[in-house]
């Protein structure tokens, strides 16, 4: 007879089980030591009664296996995989902090604010393991990780699809949570992407109202309910919430997929632009308005990837809320200009000139113009990975400065801190608008205990030597550090350049600030 899953025994000759985390209802999660590594780590281990069961089993493996080819801040890495002695388990990464489900239940109703960033957090998630053929079918708030300063994570694919039609479940069999299930899986219809949007509209609703939409004395009448009742109002619940974040919830809970949004980065793009829109802190009253100097809002993203198939929405679909005009883009009144010209023709051409320069570079960009003699602008980032050649996730560059905190760059997953002792670094290169003096750069990230080096120069190479001296660094850094540059280093491109990761051998940049 096998041993079972306890305290101090090693799994894999490897994996150390240091306490119990969580117990579910088909496995449980151990804080656990990765030896090999020394590195903490989280290891799931399959109910011994369900062990015994081929079929579970594989559904248990395939977790590992469609987790594993997804790479995103969003969503919880898998290490390994393996079986001991009878007990099947996964290992992955370490995340601190609660789930949304322990959340909502200490909490009610989370702030505007916070519910949009847990919603876009997972909507990116979903985003990326659509465009790569894995529907999850399990959204629900234990699913959901909610770390304090750091990304939200998506975990538990232990029941997803293969985009191509190929279940990584009992053909037949309805998996899931009922009262999180969409309505085709209740119904056995075909799934699709869309599925997980609904998922998405649940949390949404749970999350601004404090209650699921849909109630019932049991789980299974919670779940009948949503095929033949509408979801409340949830402004009739909450009145603060702005309207057209109502919309887009409903349009997630509507019952023909087609009605939903085609894919979750067009409804990531509607999320977006209500974080960024003026109506979200008149309506917020509870949320707190003092924020650190940041970009502007970001750019809805464009979805560049189809996800798994299905049909195109259809006319009686709800129409989209129209994005908002960032405050950015609003322009100032023309009169005070006027006058100021008119005021120029008196004073004279020449110094005029220079007046309204000044004048426009302060009012365009925030009271600094990132030119020769302004404050740092930073107006682009991209991945630095000189000694890799295949890059380090280059589609997620620009999250480090776009002002969100809720997405992030990430590096690539490696065996060790010291990247594999394939490479000595990998970094981040943010562009300014014209050269600038820089005296300090700040970093936002989801872990602890990495080290960095700063670089500040002039149209530097493809090559670490092109940047010149590191003009600061530091080691065993905290989830924010600032690098203190003195004197100031004068350039228009910043070098984050990562010379040790954490011990999870991985680390996402939720931003950086440049001044």
């Not at 405050?327 to 010209?341: D, E, F, I, M």
């Not at 080691?475 to 280093?489: H, M, V, Y």
Request: proline share 9%; net charge negative.
């Amino acid at each position: 007879m096998s041993n079972p899953a306890a305290p101090g025994r090693t799994l894999g000759g490897r994996y150390r089980l240091q306490s119990l985390l969580a117990r579910g209802g088909m496995a449980s999660v151990w804080l656990g030591d990765d030896t090999l590594l020394a590195r903490p780590v989280a290891v799931k281990t399959l109910h011994p009664e369900l062990a015994v069961d081929a079929d579970t089993r594989t559904r248990f493996r395939n977790e590992a296996v469609a987790v594993a080819s997804l790479a995103h801040p969003d969503i919880v890495a898998t290490y390994d995989t393996g079986e001991d002695d009878g007990v099947a388990y996964l290992v992955m990464e370490l995340v601190e902090g609660p789930n949304l489900r322990r959340l909502l239940d200490e909490r009610g109703a989370l702030p505007v604010a916070e519910a949009l960033r847990i919603a876009r957090g997972v909507t990116a998630a979903l985003a990326h393991a659509h465009r790569n053929g894995i529907v999850h079918r399990d959204i629900k708030p234990a699913n959901v990780l909610v770390p304090p300063h750091a990304p939200v994570k998506v975990t538990d694919f232990g029941i997803a699809k293969a985009g191509d039609g190929q279940d990584l479940t009992r053909t037949g069999t309805v998996l899931g949570t009922a009262r999180y299930l969409s309505p085709e899986q209740l119904s056995g219809d075909p799934v699709d992407a869309r599925a997980d949007l609904y998922g998405v509209g649940l949390l949404l609703h749970e999350m601004l109202a404090g209650r699921a939409p849909f109630t019932g004395d049991s789980e299974t009448s919670a779940a009948l309910a949503r095929l033949t009742t509408a979801p409340p109002p949830l402004r009739s619940l909450r009145p603060d919430i702005p309207p057209r974040l109502e919309a887009i919830t409903l349009r997630c809970l509507a019952l023909d997929p087609a009605d939903r949004y085609p894919d979750a980065a067009a409804l990531g793009e509607d999320l977006a632009t209500i974080a960024g829109g003026a109506d979200l802190h008149l309506a917020s009253p509870g949320v707190d308005r003092t924020r650190r100097a940041t970009p502007a809002p970001p750019t809805p993203r464009q979805s560049t990837a189809p996800v798994a198939p299905g049909p195109a929405p259809s006319r009686s679909a709800p129409a989209r809320p129209a994005p908002a005009r960032r405050a950015s883009q609003r322009r100032a009144p023309a009169w005070p200009w006027a006058l100021l010209g008119i005021f120029l023709l008196l004073a004279g051409a020449a110094g005029g000139y220079l007046i309204v320069r000044q004048l426009e570079s302060t009012a365009g960009n925030g009271g600094g113009s990132g030119g020769a003699t302004g404050s740092p602008q930073v107006t682009g980032a991209a991945d630095f990975d000189p000694e890799g050649g295949d890059g380090e996730n280059p589609g997620q560059a620009d999250r480090a400065t776009d002002g969100d905190a809720s997405s992030a760059w990430s590096t690539e997953s490696y065996r060790s801190p010291n990247f594999g002792g394939g490479k000595s670094g990998v970094g981040l290169r943010l562009e300014l608008a014209g050269d600038a003096d820089v005296s300090n750069v700040e970093v936002d990230t989801d872990l602890t205990g990495w080290s960095a080096q700063i670089y500040v120069a002039e149209s530097p190479g493809d090559a670490l030597a092109d940047w010149g001296q590191p003009v600061a660094s530091a080691e065993d850094l905290g989830k924010t550090a600032r690098f203190e540059i003195d004197p100031a280093a004068r350039g228009n491109a910043v070098l984050v350049w990562l010379t040790r990761l954490p011990s999870t051998g991985r680390l996402a940049i939720a931003e950086v600030r440049v001044a």
